[in-house]
């Protein structure tokens, strides 16, 4: 079946390090993956796009990478904030209808 | 600043009773898409639309139905709500074209009764 894996235990830091999370699929080839902050009582906020002839891609302390032979994405937050704390959806563009399919996402929690 | 709301915040309704959760944006997309999300389960597609009044079922389309008579609004309808229906939704738009973010709503959280 279609599946996508983010972890789904917490992933807890301290603050200033780097943050590392995982969106694992199967089945899927997607052209273009996508990042998203979901936090507490609200919806997602897009973060970064990325396609499939992109190896990485990068905005500010944000850091995408997408390796369609592993069907693997791996999103790094550098220089870690309290205030990165939430919950990221990684979400794959498989075509059609421009729709996407959604991760369960994983919560990151940055300590002081 | 764009934006996509939704009708409450907060709902609360009993057994039995239809529910209407409306959602407008003003981006004029052409893509509206309705999500539940549980604990542990993520995002579930429950419909979507391309179009005025073209719907399309997602992954869980039993127990609700949609209406979109005008671009800008896509309403989810539970036509008997049932305690199984207990989420948070999610309204989203989408531009056409694989470049484009979603934008989602605040979400509405229901409790039925």
């Known amino acids: 079946s279609q599946k996508i894996e983010q972890n789904s235990e917490a992933l807890n830091i301290q603050e200033g390090k780097t943050a590392t999370l995982t969106c694992n699929y199967t089945?899927?080839?997607?052209?273009?993956l996508q990042w998203y902050r979901q936090d507490p009582g609200r919806g997602p906020v897009f973060l970064l796009l990325?396609?499939?002839?992109?190896k990485e891609k990068r905005k500010e302390r944000l850091k995408v990478t997408f390796d369609t032979t592993l069907k693997q994405s791996l999103f790094h937050i550098t220089a870690s904030q309290p205030a990165d704390s939430a919950t990221y959806l990684c979400?794959?563009?498989?075509?059609?209808?421009?729709?996407?399919?959604f991760g369960a996402g994983t919560r990151l929690a940055v300590h002081p | 600043d764009v934006k996509v709301t939704q009708s409450s915040r907060y709902l609360v309704k009993r057994t039995g009773e239809k529910v209407f959760l409306e959602c407008v944006q003003d981006?004029?997309?052409?893509?509206m898409f309705w999500y539940r999300q549980d604990p542990g389960l993520g995002l579930r597609l429950i419909y979507f639309?391309?179009?005025?009044?073209?719907?399309e079922k997602g992954d869980i389309p039993e127990g609700y139905s949609v209406s979109r008579e005008k671009k800008e609004r896509f309403s989810l309808i539970l036509e008997s709500a049932s305690t199984n229906q207990t989420s948070m939704y999610l309204c989203?738009?989408?531009?056409?074209?694989?470049?484009?973010?979603?934008?989602f709503g605040p979400g509405t959280r229901l409790t039925v009764l």
């Open positions: 979400a794959l563009d498989i075509g059609g209808y421009n729709k996407l399919i």
């Open positions: 989203a738009s989408r531009g056409t074209g694989r470049n484009n973010e979603q934008f």
């Open positions: 639309s391309y179009d005025v009044k073209m719907k």
């Open positions: 981006m004029d997309h052409e893509n």
């Open positions: 990325i396609r499939e002839n992109e």
């Open positions: 089945n899927y080839s997607p052209a273009y």
